[in-house]
Structure formats: structure tokens, C-alpha cells
């Protein structure tokens, strides 16, 4: 792409229009702004053999909003941001928020800018009308020296500052190594969020990874009140294979307290919440991703 950061800026501020409009259109749809979704990757096997067929099995089982988790060569799931955002249209679906991994090659600290790589991710996002463009991870060599890490969640801020410009907001997805592995005293986790500008960057709380890094929802919500926009609502058993303690399972079949957690996210202003299960303990997980569905139903969402 070669184009200069004033013809990006300009082309991002036209996209904004039409994002904010897809905006308006996807918080009208639901109650105040609340949205039920489901994270793709719950399904990666079926997306990967049957992508649209996998979407139509999950837009007729009741889900409106999807969250992907592949986006390679500038195409989702195989597709590019135009045709896949109009087989969520033509299948009554939308997609508010996707992952994408911004790792240090996406930044260039000799031009003090993003690379095109990172700026096609911002465009396409735009183009789909997601609000949230999510970093599920950090690389491992970027959390060994607190002083670089902090560097790069200034560049945290920097996607926030460059997502405004396209109507949308930069976001970050916990796992369970922010509060397993600790710098200077601190857990990567509370660096991530004291360094990070909440107006530039939002935090999508994974109510079950964490699980692992031996934190609580509960507890990291009261700790941080208000700053979680988005929730991957997950449940975890105890793992009967792999290297983790925990698995994910059926919603309210395991231990994490889901629906105490997702009401105080309500009541303290988290608006999207994103479904996702990875471990199905024998079931079908496109079976799974509809009891889970069901579940949410009940409880009101």
C-alpha cells in the first residue's frame, strides 16, 4: 500500500461515516447498547471445513452478532472485508469486534508510524463497521523487560488514537499469562491497564482464561470498575487433558459464578458479551455453541 498517513487519515475519516452509521444500526438493535455474540474460534473446525454453512447453522439458531478470529491477507475467513460483510448482511448478522494480534512488526519506530500491514487491519475493521479492534495477545518478547513492555502499550495507544480517526476503538483480550507473569512486582495485567489510556483503549475481560493464571473475574472487575466495554462469557471445568488446570465447558456447568459475573458487567456498563467455549468434552461444538445460546437466553441476554 503506498499511500501517505494524511491519504490514510483522510480515507479513515470517510470510512468513519459509514462505520458510525453501522454503529447507530447495531446499538438500536439492541437494549442499550447490548449485544450477544459469538467468538468464531468456538467453532474454528467448522469455519475452517464450511465457513458460510457454519454461519447460516449459527444465524438460525438465534445469532446476531458474530466475533472473528481470522483475518489473514487482508480476508476473513477466506474472504475479503466487502464480500464477508455481505454474507453477514444477507444472513442478518453483524460483526462489532474482531481479533488480530498487533505484535511489534505491525510498528515502525524509525518512522514513528504503523506499517501498511497494521493500517489494511484498521481499514478492513472499518469496512466490516466493527466497533473494537482486539490484540488477544502480547508476544512473549515483549514481556520480559517492564520498561519495553510499557513501550509498547504507548503503541497501545497510538492503534487507540488510530482507530478514532476510522470511528472505531482499539481493545485488548485478556489470556492467563497477564496474571500469572509479573514485572517489577506487578502482574502484567495491572501494567497493561494503568499504562493504557481507557478512552483509547478498551479491555475485553475473558471471564474463563484467566482461570488459569490463577485470577477471579470477580475480583479483577472490583479492582477495575467500568473498564471492561466487552466480556468473553466462558465457564471452565477442571481440564481431563492438556497442560491447563482448567477447560471450558457448557455456560453454568462449571466454576466460574458466570451469570453473577455478566450481571455486575451489565450494571457497571459492559455492553458487548461475546460467548465462547473451546473444549466440548465430547460434544459437537456447534451443538455446544447452541446451549450456550440457549443459556444466555435464559438469563436474559
Keep these: 500500500m503506498k499511500q501517505s ?3 490514510f487519515i483522510y480515507n479513515a475519516a470517510l470510512t468513519a461515516i ?3 452509521f453501522l454503529q447507530e444500526q447495531i446499538f438500536a438493535a ?20 464450511d465457513p458460510l454453512g457454519t454461519l447460516q447453522k449459527l444465524s438460525a439458531m438465534g445469532y446476531k452478532h458474530v466475533e472473528h ?71 512473549e518478547s515483549m514481556r520480559k523487560d517492564v520498561n519495553e513492555l510499557k513501550a509498547f ?55 474463563g482464561n484467566m482461570i488459569n493464571g490463577g485470577a477471579k473475574a470477580l475480583d479483577i472487575m472490583k479492582k477495575y470498575p467500568g473498564r471492561f466495554e466487552s466480556m468473553h462469557v466462558k465457564d471452565e471445568i477442571k481440564s481431563t487433558e492438556g497442560n491447563d488446570e482448567f477447560e471450558s465447558t457448557i ?14 458487567g451489565k450494571k457497571w456498563g459492559t455492553k458487548h458479551f461475546i460467548v465462547e467455549q473451546e473444549s466440548y468434552q465430547g460434544k459437537a461444538p456447534i451443538d455446544s455453541a447452541k446451549e450456550d445460546l440457549d443459556i444466555m437466553k435464559k438469563w436474559g441476554y
Design 5 to 7: 498517513r494524511r491519504k
Design 30 to 49: 439492541t437494549k442499550k447498547g447490548q449485544l450477544t455474540g459469538i467468538q468464531l474460534y468456538s467453532v474454528r473446525a467448522d469455519m475452517k471445513a
Design 251 to 264: 455456560l453454568g456447568k462449571g466454576v466460574v459464578p458466570v451469570k453473577e459475573i455478566i450481571d455486575l
Design 18 to 20: 459509514g462505520t458510525a
Design 153 to 207: 502499550l504507548n503503541v497501545f495507544n497510538k492503534s487507540g488514537e488510530l482507530c478514532q480517526k476510522a470511528g472505531m476503538k482499539f481493545g485488548y483480550h485478556n489470556h492467563d499469562f497477564e496474571f500469572r507473569e509479573q514485572l517489577d512486582g506487578k502482574s502484567l495485567y495491572d501494567i497493561i491497564l494503568s499504562e493504557t489510556d481507557p478512552n483509547l483503549v478498551m479491555q475485553q475481560l475473558d471471564i
Design 69 to 139: 478470529a481470522n483475518y489473514v491477507d487482508r480476508k476473513f475467513y477466506g474472504w475479503s472485508a466487502t464480500e464477508f460483510k455481505k454474507i453477514l448482511n444477507d444472513l442478518g448478522m453483524k460483526m462489532p469486534s474482531g481479533h488480530t494480534v498487533m505484535s511489534p512488526k505491525h510498528w515502525d519506530a524509525s518512522k514513528k508510524d504503523f506499517t501498511d500491514g497494521w493500517k489494511y487491519t484498521i481499514e478492513d475493521a472499518a469496512t466490516m463497521g466493527q466497533l473494537f479492534v482486539i490484540s488477544p495477545s502480547i508476544e
